[in-house]
T-cell receptor
Framework: GAVVSQHPSRVICKSGTSVKIECRSL??????MFWYRQFPKKSLMLMATSNEGSKATYEQGVEKDKFLINHASLTLSTLTVTSAHPEDSSFYICSAWREGSAFFGQGTRLTVV | GDSVTQMEGPVTLSEEAFLTINCTYTATGYPSLFWYVQYPGEGLQLLLK?????DKGSNKGFEATYRKETTSFHLEKGSVQVSDSAVYFCALFSSGGSYIPTFGRGTSLIVHP
């Protein structure tokens, strides 16, 4: 069964609004989670590392004020895309490390219209 | 730095054909190696892994052997099915303790009936 659950799987929002994506670790605690963005027919691009109880670590070129990450508990990390624009439309995936392997959420297809 | 190189796709096969997807890597130390599969519109699923040289990972008829001498981790399956059509990602986690994987670009597999 799923080890990491991501919600929602699809979301459509209007330009200028904010969207929150949740990533939950099921039946285990994850002090660290990762957020990726995937462009069509491309590999995953690491956006940031989410750390429980502290600030997220963002990769170079990722706007931290644009992509707000909160890791308030050991089983939940959220990614909020603020003031979304059409160019933010993408597939966002989270992952968490468990027993020597990385497990991924189902992904969230964000479409900004 | 670490890197993973995968053969470019798409790989197009007929059902029951033999599959090989090449993956080579460069890394310091002794990384763990993984294959992930991504079905359309979904996140990544762990397919198999190997954590040390000469280990063979296997799952659902897929196999890959960790070859340190050739720095390779090629994915094979003796008889593919239409349901195997997906994108396959080779990845490594360096032994330095970082939980951030290095991914290959992904190889698309298309299996025709």
């Amino acid at each position: 069964g799923a080890v990491v659950s991501q919600h929602p799987s699809r979301v459509i929002c209007k330009s200028g609004t904010s969207v929150k994506i949740e990533c939950r670790s099921l039946d285990f605690q994850a002090t660290t989670m990762f957020w990726y963005r995937q462009f069509p027919k491309k590999s995953l691009m690491l956006m940031a590392t989410s750390n429980e109880g502290s600030k997220a670590t963002y990769e170079q070129g990722v706007e931290k004020d644009k992509f707000l990450i909160n890791h308030a508990s050991l089983t939940l990390s959220t990614l909020t895309v603020t003031s979304a624009h059409p160019e933010d439309s993408s597939f966002y995936i989270c992952s968490a490390w468990r027993e020597g392997s990385a497990f991924f959420g189902q992904g969230t297809r964000l479409t900004v219209v | 730095g670490d890197s993973v190189t995968q053969m470019e796709g798409p790989v197009t096969l007929s059902e029951e054909a033999f599959l090989t997807i090449n993956c080579t890597y460069t890394a310091t130390g002794y990384p763990s190696l993984f294959w992930y599969v991504q079905y359309p519109g979904e996140g990544l699923q762990l397919l198999l892994k190997a954590t040390k040289a000469d280990d063979k990972g296997s799952n659902k008829g897929f196999e890959a052997t960790y070859r340190k001498e050739t720095t390779s981790f090629h994915l094979e399956k003796g008889s593919v099915q239409v349901s195997d059509s997906a994108v396959y990602f080779c990845a490594l986690f360096s032994s330095g303790g970082s939980y951030i994987p290095t991914f290959g670009r992904g190889t698309s597999l298309i299996v025709h009936p």
